[in-house]
């Protein structure tokens, strides 16, 4: 079955701590892996995507095929990096969004 | 401005009323996709189109159905509202010929049938 997990609904840290956003999929294929950002009144819209290999407001992922992960990671939070995270999987002409997790940074 | 718009940004309506939700983009993308989204839950494509004359159903069984008669549009209807069909309904679209560019999102409407 082709499925994004996203195991935290919400997580917060403190203003300049390590910051790691799970996701775990399962495809057959070759997987595409992106993540998505909302931030408050804001328009869902593209963060990055594994196959550019780049660092965007300081978050990157790597795709790791043998643990089917696509962790968002950042080595310092922001108050401005409050939003709500969706990872997704490019499957079979769609994408497939996860549940979405709540990243708080508090000050 | 390039941008994705979406029309009415909120709507409450009885059951069993016609709605037609808008979705225009002036980006010149061929893609264009409708999502159904339920609070705390993931996005559901329920349809999508490659251009015009060109509509196909998503991986969610929706009882909407969509035209793409023009490339910068396109609506979606519900011929009979139910309470069922209350969620926030987002609209995007994307450009190239490959499958996975990326995807740019309306501001949504959300529905709420009485």
């Known amino acids: 079955a082709q499925r994004v997990t996203q195991p935290e609904k919400l997580l917060s840290v403190f203003k300049g701590a390590p910051v790691e956003l799970k996701c775990n999929y399962s495809?057959?294929?070759?997987?595409?892996l992106f993540w998505y950002v909302q931030y408050s009144r804001q328009r869902l819209q593209l963060l990055l995507r594994h196959i550019s290999r780049e660092s965007i407001k300081g978050f990157t992922a790597d795709l790791n095929k043998g643990e089917t992960s696509f962790h968002l990671k950042k080595p310092f939070a922001q108050e401005e990096d409050s939003a709500m995270y969706y990872c997704?999987?490019?499957?079979?002409?769609?994408?497939?969004f996860g549940t979405g997790t709540l990243l708080a940074v508090q000050p | 401005e390039a941008d994705i718009y979406q029309t009415p940004r909120y709507l409450v309506i009885g059951t069993g009323k016609k709605i037609t939700l808008e979705c225009s983009q002036t980006?010149?993308?061929?893609?264009m996709y409708w999502y159904q989204q339920d609070p705390g839950m993931e996005l559901h494509l329920i349809h999508y189109s490659y251009g015009v004359n060109s509509t196909e159903k998503g991986d969610l069984s929706s009882e909407s159905t969509v035209s793409r008669i023009r490339t910068e549009h396109f609506p979606l209807t519900l011929e009979s509202a139910r309470p069922s069909h209350t969620s926030q309904y987002l609209c995007?679209?994307?450009?190239?010929?490959?499958?996975?560019?990326?995807?740019?999102f309306g501001p949504g409407t959300r529905l709420l049938v009485l």
């Open positions: 997704a999987l490019g499957a079979t002409n769609k994408l497939i």
């Open positions: 495809y057959s294929g070759s997987p595409e």
């Open positions: 980006m010149g993308h061929d893609k």
């Open positions: 995007a679209s994307s450009e190239g010929q490959g499958v996975w560019e990326t995807q740019y």
